[in-house]
């Protein structure tokens, strides 16, 4: 089948969608300005959805998320 009897729109158009870097749709989503990722702000307090290179990423520490340090980037703890 093809994306216009599917969809509803040409295949052009189906191409130019699926690279599109989508919106936030929410007030808890956002695109951050250091990795252009859409995140989420978390209802504890957190931000998820940074890229692994990201300052602002949380790291995972057991069940607890925490910003990472500075030992941390010069460690190379990843």
Known sequence: MSAESQ????AEE???REKARPKP?????????ECKARCTRLTEG????????CSRRLRR??????????????????
Request: proline share 2%.
């Open 25 to 33: 749709t929410t007030s808890r989503e956002f695109r951050c300005e």
């Open 61 to 78: 520490t057991g069940a607890e998320r925490e910003r990472p340090t500075l030992e941390d980037l010069e460690g190379g703890d990843a």
């Open 7 to 10: 969809l509803g729109i040409s």
């Open 46 to 53: 957190g931000e998820a959805g940074h890229a692994y290179f």
């Open 14 to 16: 189906l191409r130019v």
